[in-house]
Each structure stands twice: as C-alpha cells, then as structure tokens.
C-alpha cells in the first residue's frame, strides 16, 4: 500500500534549522524526565532523548561510558548520532548505520517504549553467551540469526555481538480488481482455460480473511510470523493482495483464480512487520511448496547485501520459487527498497490504466547501478476484497475497497506468474521471470530505471517461445571522463521452447536522462539477426559504447528481438557517470603519520548527500560529481583520549583533488566560566550548512573541552552559509553557567573565551505550585539574531524553589528556558527566547496562570503547512507568562474545509490532516480534558477559523491571552479584578483585534456572563467571594478575517 509520512513529523521537524541544527549533548548521568516515546536506546546502550517544541535531542551515555565522546550529523532530514568507540566498526562495515540513526529508530517504532533492540546477525555466532542477548529463530536463508537484545545490557554486550560477524538491526517493513485484470490481458487466459491451477501462491503479508466470498477455499495453509495474536487480517493489506492473485470471482476474479493460497503473516495488524519475520516467513513458503511467493512490501535498501536480499537470492537458487516483489513508493530515482533489490527478486513497479508510470513508484538504478525495477503493472485504484476487520483503503463497494501502491502492483504480477506456472509445471521462477519480462510492454519514452521490460503482459507472455538470460543487463559505471572508455559487452542467451527454428531481428530500443532515444552507436547487438535452433539457444552480445554522445546520466532501455510471431525485450542499462572527480584522502594522526583512527566526509552543496570514508591506512579516495562540498575529518587518539577535528568549509571538487587533513593543526578549545568550583558537564562544537539544495549538521560533544581540539582546513569559505558554535554547560553550588559562542561564516581554528563574572547575564526562573510528588528537571538552549540556535539541551535536576541560570550575552545571544514537572501531574513548559543583559539579574515565573490556548510557532508547535499536510498543535496549557505549556489531555482535534469535516484526530491539541492541494476556508476545533487533580485548565477547547492555500507554509492564526496578576498558587484576590487580554499571534507578538469578547464563569462553566472589555485589553471582573475558580471564554477576530473561539475552564483559583 501506498503510504506517506508527512512531513512536519515531529522526529524530524527540528532537524534542520538555520544554524546549528539540533544535535544532542551527552550527560554525567540519565537525569530528567525520559519519556519512553520520545527515547532511543543505541546498540551501545547510549539514550537519546528529544526534547522541548523543537525536538532537541539529549545523549545520555550508559553507566561506565559517561566519558565517550559522541559525533552527531544531521542529513536527509535524519539525525545520527555515534559513539566515538563505535565509528571504526561502523567505518569497516561490521554495524548497520541504521543501529545509530535515531529518526529511523524512532519512525520503526523502537523507542524505549519497547524493553528491547531487535536485531539480526550474520557470519558465525559469538562461542559464549551474551549477556541479555537471546535468539528468536535461526535465519539459514540469511545466514544468520534474529535476535533480542535487552536494552538495559546492551552497553555490556554489544562489543561481544559485533565480534565475529555483522550486526544489523532487524528494521521495520512496511505494507508498500475489476479493470485491471483486463488491462494486462488476464481474460484472454481464462479463456484459454489457464487459471493458476495446480500453482500455490504464497502471500506474505497482513493475513488473509478467508471468510471473504472472493477467498473462500483457496487457502491451503497458514502461519502467524508477526507479533500479532492470530494470523486474523486486521489491517487489510493482504487480503486486498491475496484476492488479486487469486480471488475466485465471487465478485471481481483475482488473475489466477484458480491458484492456492498460503496465507504467511509477517506483517502485524499495524501493516508493518521486523526483516528477520520476512525471512522466516519466506523459508516457510518454500518448505511448504510454494511456486510462487508475493511479497508486497518493503524497506530500507543498504549498498551491501541484506539479510533480507540474501535470503531471496538464496532460496530462490535452492528452490526454484520465483519471488515477486514490491519496488517500493518513493518514487524517486534510486529508492528501491529491500528485498525487491534482490538480483533474484522480479521487482515490480506501478502504472496507472492508461499504462503511464505512476507518480510514487520507486525507479532505480539500485544502490549499485544495476537494473530495477524489473517490470509494471497496474497498482492505481485498484479494487479488491476487503477483510472483514480492514482499517484502511477507500471505500468501493460492499466488501470492497480500493488501494494504491506497488504492493497492488505486484499480485498482478504473481498471479501472472502462477498462470504461466500452469502452462509450464517444470519451470523454474527464473525461467517465469525471464518470459515475464520478456514479454512485457514497454511504455514508450520510459527508461528501464522506471520500468523495467515494461508492463506485464499475460497472453504475450503464455504465447513466449523466446526467452533470454538474463533478464536484465547492468553496465559497469563508465567514468567520466568518456573520450578514453572502453567498451563494455554483455552476452544474451536466447532459449527457443519452440518446435521451430526463430530468426530473431535484435535491436537496441533505449532513452537517455532526457527522455531522447539514446544516441546511434551508443548500444549496439550483434548479430543484428539470429536464428535460434528449436529446443536449442543461441547467443548474442549487446553493446556500450559510452564514448559516444554528449549528455551524461542514466541510460537505459531493452534489447529488443522480434521474428517469428514473437518479441522478447531485455532490460539494459548504463550510468554514463555526470562529470565526477577522486578525492584522495590522507588523515595524518598526532605523529605526522596517516592513521586509521580517523574517518573523513563530504557532505555536497550542489549534490545532496554525503560520502563516508576510512582505511586501516589513513588513505582512501572518494568519486564524487564536480560541485561544492564540506569535508569533514574526525580523529580519535586512545593515547592521550583527545579528539580532533579538521573540517574544510568549502571544497571546491573541479578536478582530481588531494585533501590532507593533519591533526597536529588543531587547537584547543579553551573556554572556561568565573567559578573555581564549577564544574564542566558538557561541551559541543559543531558546524552546518545550508544551500537551497541541501542542509546538513556535524557535530562532537565531549564531556569536557580539554578533550577536543579543532582547526579549519582551507581559507575562510566564501558565499556558502556555514555556521559554527561552541556550547558549554557547567554546574557549581551557585547555580549552572552555560555558554554559547557563534562562529557565523566559519570553522574555527581552537576557540579562547574566559567571560569574566561582570560579562554575564542573570536568570532566575521560579515555578508554580504543582503536585506534592512532582519533580522539577530544567533545561536552556540560545540562539542569535543570526539564527545561529544551540543544537543541544543538557536537562538536569532542578529545585521546585527556583533555578539561577549564567549566562554570555555576546552577539545578542538569548537564552530560552525549559521546565519539565514529572510526577503524577506531568507538564512541561518552554519560554520563548529571552533578551537578558549582561550584569543584570532578570526574574521570570513559569507555570503560574492565566492558563489557557497559544499558537506559537516552532518547529514541533503551532500551525504549519506542508507538502499535502497541515500539521496542528497548539499549546492548551499556556502559562501567563508567555510559556508555552503542554500536558496530557485526552480528547480530538478535527480539520473542517468549508463547512465539512476532512480530518479527525484522536488526539487533544494535536493533528496532522492531509490536504493536498486545497485551497479555502479551513477550521481546526480541538478540545481537551485533562485530570481534576491538575487543579487548573482541566477542561480547554478552542476553533480558529482561517483561510489557506498550497502557497502559505506559515498559517497566522492569533489566541486569546490573558495576563493577571496571580500568586504562586495561581490564585487571585475577591472583588474587583482587572484582567489585561491580548491577542498573540503565532510569533509571540501582540495582534490588533478588530472584535473581542469575553464570557466568565465562577461555576466551572455551567453558567457564562458577558464580562466588559475596555479598548480590548483590559476585562473588568467581580470575583465573589468563595467562589473558587474562574472559568474564561473569548471570541476574537483579528484584521486579517481569522477568528478563534476558545473556552478554559479553571483558569486560575480566586483567594
């Protein structure tokens, strides 16, 4: 099935800021709030902990390892975070990236909810026990075993599971018929009596309802793989998917309805499922004879094979089953997911009923260049049984619903495949992959990256007497540059299955990166004829000349052979590499000699992206596309347990290039605070850059600066936004000091700052009553004019008393505060970003009323659109100090466009709906009710009203907010009372408002009173005496024709 993550999603909305972009800082000991759904745990049992509106992450090392420096990056929207003990491991291939991408981690759904990191390794197994370490299941076909790794011995024990083979993490995969059976010419081989008889198809999938009319009889078999209680389809992917292959036709006939199921469940009822279930379920298809195996679904794809591509590879050799599979969604180039990237797998890819490629299906190359997808079907729109427990797809008819996606693609193609298993019981999946793709029809302009052979075509394919191996052939990249390349040949073997000798016609019908037929002489076949004896093959050689033409790209087509009544294509393809250079890297360690301890990046300006390097010699060489990069080196000495970094802003890559990164050019980094006592918890110093093509982040935290040295390679970078900070946090019995010092346009060469005590700022934060349990942890971050930002929090334990905060001003640094309350009532709290003066003590209250809605936008607040999505969440809890709060509330929140509900989430305070394109007049209502103990805005609601369109990424919108005098008890006094009001728009500023109005309650809302409104700002009120509460509710509308209505009840106490 098709699926989209919107893009506002929380875990990665704060990862790319102006500056810094949100990194993480490691800590003495795992203090502070943790809230499980927003922790990862790293194979090296190290925590990251994003917190605040904006995300921010927090490392917490394991006990033992609070001295491990941690490199953090941040690319493609995802943040890495990886222990310096961890980087050679990675860097030699022995770990799986994805173990340290903590925005994965979290979008699989492995946060510390889960006790356990599920895991995969391959190669042969450690000879003792590891502690907390026990196996799921053997994986033969992957060489491997699935594992379970107790998070809370994970620091103890990962060094043991990486010692003898490769550790991947058993990652997520997700779930990626009327006119379409037509479309690919299913009805001409019912005709002919071809209806998958005989053939069992296994579907490895949600489950199948077999209770449907469409599947009733046709399953012989089945297994719950998943973590789900049963192999009952609650989701309905697979039951859509099983009924295409081979529905009976009690209403829509599946392609081969007369195949037999097996019913394999390894996703859960969520539509997703762990690699290592995909692999069991696989082995358990073929142990139980399936001759083909449909697998709609879909991963991640990594350069090296994967468990999940070798057990593809392997059965299909041992077994003959023919593996079809979904090449993915993203519809990018280069996005085809595992284990459709398998060589064995036939990957298939969707087109809409006019056969145009459809706008999300992922096109190749693969990660290494070759050929994919192998071929298309229709996965628009198509309709097909919907199990009785389905929660998705759009409604068709009775026991009907319609999906989009390659996963509905790729039943097409299997139950095609399982018709031509009938006409031909002794063939092997890859004799069936071969005439399936063979006789594919292309859709003309398409390259094979996009299409494969083309769109399945089942009575061409039943009519096959011409087949060839293989079914594709992948060119070597042909360097740039192309005046000196050498040619390049493949062989084909053509297979005639007929009792005739074919004379074959054999051409070469291929497109390059523009959509133009690729250049004569390019691709050549010879012979240009060839007769292929009957029963026998003969063989051809197909051609590159890549010195021919000017344009450079992805070329890619089919060999075409056409005589005797029949054409068979041949998917080729070569990547005529854009102007690219070498980079040839040499890290020289602290003894003038290059080293292995160190690794090497280039992250690209102009080509979005990055390029890891490393080498036991401290010399390796990187190919990359002529352009602008940052490199970045990192150097780790066990020696003297310093760390070095070389970073050259700007890389300007127009020929071959030598860069020589030399540690001993490094400074220290020497900053300290005006304290003797004060001890350092934390340092930081990172660097980023942005460009309108690409943003990406760099950055090492330490423990303390007398450990890390920097320098800048290169001049000074021109025209390229680069900035860098140094952050320190550090504590004493006064109170904590945290510095920040922006280095806009540069990397620094060491850094010396000694603020003297007259030089910094003072701010004292004291907090409201709260529960009797709760406790207090607090954190701060700072940013600049410039839009440098801290990348970091460091959240530590804090006196319900109050918090004295220090802090450097330079550069117009301000200062914003976070409070986190755990407990029983647990709420959290963010200032905005304060101007504090040096010298000067500022005091500022958090968590003391009026309580009530804001609209503040950050990163992870407010209201944003993007993309297809609108994404809503105000603050409820707001303090009336400009905090914006947040707290667990239960209820909805819904999206309305014209009068008509198009969104509904079950979620108080929080929604991200799905708009497309429309433009007009939108509403979000949401409401909230949280537990009477909180004592304060136990009841919220609130509805603005806006106009919006695809153009207008920042929706302004205003709340109503009122600013009393209250006690630390949030209560006010009896009798007269007057009240300022204001609307605050989203970026915190007051907002002019063309009508206001306020209602009152001294009842918890059970009866309202119109209270006066001078110059709309200031509420006149009575408090009676006894009265206990005060319950608010305004109108507003403001000059631009936004309007929000908003209710609190037990906004603050009366005396």
């Not at 790319?16 to 499980?36: C, S």
């Not at 000699?593 to 080498?615: E, M, N, V």
């Not at 600049?784 to 008393?801: K, N, R, Y």
């Not at 609307?983 to 209270?1011: F, I, M």
Request: proline share 6%; no cysteine.
């Amino acid at each position: 099935m098709r699926s989209r993550t919107p893009v506002l999603a929380a875990t990665t909305a704060a990862l790319v800021l102006a500056g810094l972009p949100a990194t993480a800082a490691p800590a003495a000991a795992a203090t502070g709030p943790a809230d499980p759904a927003r922790t990862v745990t790293l194979l090296s049992g190290d925590q990251v902990f994003l917190a605040g509106p904006d995300a921010r992450p927090e490392v917490r090392p394991a006990a033992g390892r609070e001295h491990v420096a941690f490199r953090v990056r941040t690319t493609g929207g995802h943040l890495h975070v990886v222990p310096a003990d961890a980087q050679a491991l990675l860097s030699s291939g022995r770990l799986d990236p994805r173990l340290f991408d903590v925005t994965g981690l979290l979008e699989q759904g492995y946060d510390n909810r889960r006790g356990d990191l599920p895991l995969i390794t391959t190669g042969p197994a450690p000879r003792a026990a590891v502690a907390g370490v026990r196996t799921v299941r053997d994986l033969p076909a992957s060489g491997g075993r699935a594992l379970s790794a107790d998070k809370s011995a994970l620091a103890g024990s990962w060094r043991a599971l990486a010692s003898t083979g490769r550790v991947w993490l058993d990652g997520k995969v997700t779930a990626t018929l009327d006119r379409s059976a037509a479309q690919i010419g299913a009805p001409q081989a019912w005709q002919a009596g071809v209806t998958g008889e005989g053939v069992t198809v296994a579907v490895l999938d949600t489950g199948v309802d077999q209770t449907h009319p469409d599947l009733a009889s046709r399953e012989v078999g089945e297994h719950n793989f998943s973590d789900a209680a049963d192999a009952v389809d609650r989701f309905g992917h697979g039951t859509h998917v099983a009924s295409t292959v081979a529905g009976t036709g009690a209403k829509y006939r599946g392609i081969a309805h007369g195949a037999r199921l097996l019913d394999g469940k390894v996703l859960n009822d969520f539509g997703s499922g762990q690699e290592s279930w995909i692999v069991a379920g696989m082995e358990w298809a073929v142990a139980q004879g399936a001759d083909v195996v449909n697998l709609s679904l879909g991963g991640y794809d990594t350069p090296e094979v994967d468990p999940l591509e070798e057990a593809v590879n392997r059965l299909s050799a041992s077994s003959g089953t023919l593996f079809v599979i979904a090449a993915g969604n993203s519809g990018a180039a280069k996005t085809i997911g595992s284990p459709g990237s398998a060589d064995a797998a036939l990957t298939v890819g969707s087109v809409d009923r006019e056969d145009a490629l459809s706008e999300f299906s992922s096109r190749g190359p693969r990660v290494d260049g070759a050929v994919k997808p192998d071929i298309t079907a229709p996965g628009e729109d198509i309709v097909a049984a919907k199990a009785a427990e389905a929660i998705i797809g759009d409604p068709a008819e009775d026991g009907y619903i319609a999906l989009s996606g390659t996963s509905m693609a790729t039943p097409h193609v299997a139950g095609s495949a399982a018709l031509l298993a009938q006409r031909h019981p002794d063939w092997t999946g890859q004799q069936l992959k071969a005439a399936l793709t063979g006789s594919a029809r292309p859709t003309p302009g398409l390259s094979s990256f996009a299409q494969g052979s083309g769109r399945v075509d089942v009575p061409a394919a039943l009519a096959a007497r011409v087949t060839t191996e293989p079914t594709s052939v992948s060119f070597p990249t042909a360097v740039w540059p192309h005046a000196d390349d050498a040619p390049a040949t493949g062989e084909l073997t053509y297979r005639n299955g007929g009792t005739e000798p074919v004379t074959l016609d054999l051409t070469a019908d291929v497109v390059g990166p523009d959509g133009k037929a690729a250049p004569a002489g390019m691709f050549t076949v010879t012979p240009a004829r060839l007769t292929v004896p009957a029963g026998g093959t003969a063989t051809a050689t197909v051609g590159v000349d890549t010195r021919v033409g000017a344009v450079d790209g992805l070329f890619g087509g089919s060999v075409v052979a056409t005589g005797g009544g029949t054409t068979t294509r041949t998917a080729v393809g070569v990547d005529r590499e854009v102007e690219s250079y070498d980079v040839a890297v040499t890290l020289i360690g602290p003894d003038g000699k290059p080293t292995g301890d160190a690794s090497a990046s280039l992250f690209g300006y102009d080509d979005p992206g990055f390029h890891d390097g490393a080498s036991p010699t401290g010399t390796f060489t990187l190919r990359v596309p002529k352009g602008r990069y940052a490199f970045d080196a990192f150097f780790s000495s066990e020696a003297d347990r310093t760390l070095r970094t070389v970073v050259q802003p700007l890389l300007e890559v127009t020929k071959d290039t030598a860069v020589v990164a030399d540690s001993r050019t490094t400074r220290p980094i020497d900053v300290t605070v005006p304290d003797a006592g004060a001890e350092q918890r934390l340092g930081a110093i990172g660097f980023t850059a942005r460009t309108e093509r690409s943003s990406f982040g760099s950055f090492t935290l330490v423990d303390s600066f007398s450990s890390i040295r920097t320098a800048r390679l290169g001049p000074k970078p021109q025209g390229i936004a680069v900035n860098s900070a140094v952050e320190g946090t550090y504590t004493s019995d006064k109170g904590f000091y945290n510095l920040f010092y922006g280095v806009p346009g540069d990397y620094p060469t060491g850094l010396t700052r000694h603020p003297r005590a007259a030089e910094l700022a003072t701010l004292k934060t004291t907090f409201g009553k709260t529960a009797p349990d709760a406790t207090l942890s607090w954190s701060a971050y700072a940013s600049t004019p410039g839009d440098l930002s801290s990348g970091f929090v460091l959240i530590s334990p804090a006196s319900l008393s109050g918090t004295t905060q220090f802090v450097n001003t330079d550069d117009g640094v301000r200062w914003a505060v976070n409070a986190y309350f755990e407990g029983s009532l647990p709420v959290e709290y963010w200032s905005p970003p304060l101007t504090l003066r040096a010298g000067r003590t500022t005091e500022r209250r958090m968590h003391v009323g009026i309580f009530g809605p804001d609209v503040k936008s950050g990163a992870n607040s407010g209201f944003l659109r993007g993309g297809d999505y609108l994404f809503a969440r105000p603050g409820l809890v707001s303090d009336g100090a400009g905090n914006s709060g947040f707290s667990d509330f239960t209820g909805t929140t819904t999206l309305s466009k014209d009068g008509k509900v198009i969104g509904e989430s079950a979620e108080g305070g929080y929604g991200v709906f799905e708009v497309g394109d429309a433009s007009g007049t939108f509403e979000v209502a949401t409401t909230g009710d949280r537990d009477p103990a909180y004592g304060f805005a136990t009841h919220v609601d609130a509805k603005w009203t806006f106009r919006s369109s695809p153009e207008q990424e920042a929706i302004q919108l205003s709340a109503v907010r009122f600013h009393g005098a209250l006690d630390a008890d949030n209560a006010a006094p009896s009798g007269r009372y007057y009240l300022p009001v204001a609307l605050e728009r989203e970026t915190g500023q007051p907002d002019l408002a063309k009508k206001l109005t306020v209602d009152v309650s001294y009842d918890e809302g059970k009866t309202w009173s119109r209270a006066q409104v001078i110059a709309k700002s200031l509420v006149v009120l009575d408090h009676p005496k006894g009265a206990g509460s005060v319950s608010l509710r305004a109108s507003a509308e403001d000059h631009r024709g936004n309007s929000v209505e908003q209710t609190v009840i037990r906004a603050y106490k009366v005396k």
